[in-house]
C-alpha cells in the first residue's frame, strides 16, 4: 500500500516533467496546497493586464480566460508556451521512436553515430 507522503512525491516528480498547465481539469499538488487552475473572465485583460503578466511570468503557469462564463482562451507566458510546446514535440518524436521499434526499424549504436558523423 502506498503512503500518502509516497503519493505526493510521485505527484511532485510527475509534476517536474509535466507541469500543471498541461493538465487542464486536474488538480495537483504543489508545495502541500492544492493548486487550482486560475480563472479570470475576459474583461481583465483589458483591465488588469500587467497583473495577468506579472502571475504568468512569476509562476509559470496559465490563466483560463472565461467569456460569458464559458471557457474562451488561455492566457501563458512565451516561456511556458516554448516549455510546452517543447515537451510535446519531444513526446510526439519518443512515439515515432516506439512506433519504429514495434516494427522491428532498430539500428545498433555503432549505425547511429555513424549517421551522425557523416550529417555533420
Known amino acids: 500500500m502506498i503512503s500518502i507522503l509516497q503519493l505526493i512525491e510521485t505527484i511532485k516528480n510527475w509534476n517536474a ?19 487550482m487552475p486560475k480563472i479570470r473572465p475576459s474583461t481583465d485583460i483589458r483591465n488588469k493586464y500587467n497583473e495577468i503578466s ?7 503557469e496559465p490563466i ?14 512565451i516561456e511556458a508556451y516554448e516549455l510546452l510546446s517543447g515537451r510535446a514535440e519531444l ?14 526499424d532498430l539500428y545498433s549504436a555503432k549505425e547511429v553515430f555513424d549517421a551522425a558523423k557523416e550529417g555533420l
Open 17 to 35: 516533467l509535466f507541469p500543471s498547465y498541461h493538465y487542464y481539469d486536474i488538480i495537483t499538488i504543489d508545495k502541500w496546497r492544492w493548486n
Open 54 to 60: 506579472s502571475f504568468c511570468h512569476d509562476y509559470g
Open 64 to 77: 483560463y480566460i472565461t467569456k460569458n462564463g464559458k471557457g474562451d482562451l488561455v492566457v501563458m507566458s
Open 91 to 104: 513526446v510526439s518524436k519518443l512515439n515515432e521512436g516506439i512506433e519504429a521499434a514495434d516494427k522491428g
